[in-house]
């Protein structure tokens, strides 16, 4: 029996005979592409949430409700979220790293609901409070999972046995292209903008509110 060459059947055939589609050089890079996802992605979604979660607990007044408590599991979920975005910035990939990040997400997931069980505890979450926080709980995890799809066989070394490892693969190693220095900078000044001046006038704020709640009661 003899196909047709026309219609759908040669159209068949045309892409059945196509040569092997090429990947353009450099589209494979994922050590490029994790970069630019940290660099253009993560960062300023972190930001925005992060400000906006510090308003809404201006407007709510915790200095006089959770104070310092809550404030200071603020201050302990920024530190989980910061710290594997900063060695993604500026290390090498590998199982390490991705372990780090791994072990940061699930750590600031556990720290965000003792946040919650802490705030609607003692004053009132607003809905779009609870909205915020669900960006500032899934930017780690996304942040985690996308990582370790770009690398995925600095995950398969990591599961690999000790033997077979590679020497770096459980040390901090510098990037081998690392980030312009400006960029790092502009980063640095960024968090300390929107993320570090922030929270700790909040927590300035509900220090002095407890001492003074200590002398009233004095």
């Known amino acids: 029996m003899r196909i047709s060459r026309t219609g759908p059947a040669r159209r068949w055939l045309r892409w059945r005979d196509r040569p092997a589609l090429r990947i353009p050089p450099g589209a494979d890079d994922v050590e490029n592409a994790s970069r630019r996802f940290l660099m253009y992605g993560v960062l300023p979604l972190w930001f925005v949430p992060a400000v906006a979660d510090w308003v809404m607990h201006r407007r709510t007044r915790i200095e006089e409700t959770s104070g310092v408590r809550e404030s200071a599991v603020h201050a302990l979920m920024m ?37 919650v069980t802490i705030a609607t505890h003692d004053r009132e ?20 999972a996308f990582t370790a799809c770009l690398h ?14 590679a020497a770096d693969d459980w040390r901090l190693v510098p990037k081998e292209q690392p980030l312009p220095a400006a960029y790092l900078a502009s980063i640095g000044a960024a968090v300390g903008l929107f993320i570090v001046l922030p929270y700790a006038e909040e927590m300035l704020r509900c220090v002095r509110a407890r001492r003074g709640r200590i002398v009233h009661a004095a």
Request: proline fraction near 6%; charge should be neutral; glycine fraction near 10%.
């Open 79 to 115: 530190t989980e979220a910061g710290i594997p975005v900063v060695a993604g910035l500026v290390a090498k990939i590998n199982p390490l790293v991705l372990s780090l990040m791994g072990g940061a997400a699930v750590a600031h997931g556990a720290t965000a609901l003792w946040d």
């Open 152 to 165: 995925w066989d600095k995950v398969r070394a990591g599961l690999r046995n000790g033997k077979e490892a």
């Open 125 to 144: 979450v607003r809905p779009v409070e609870q909205h915020i926080h669900s960006f500032l709980e899934v930017l780690p995890l996304s942040a985690a």
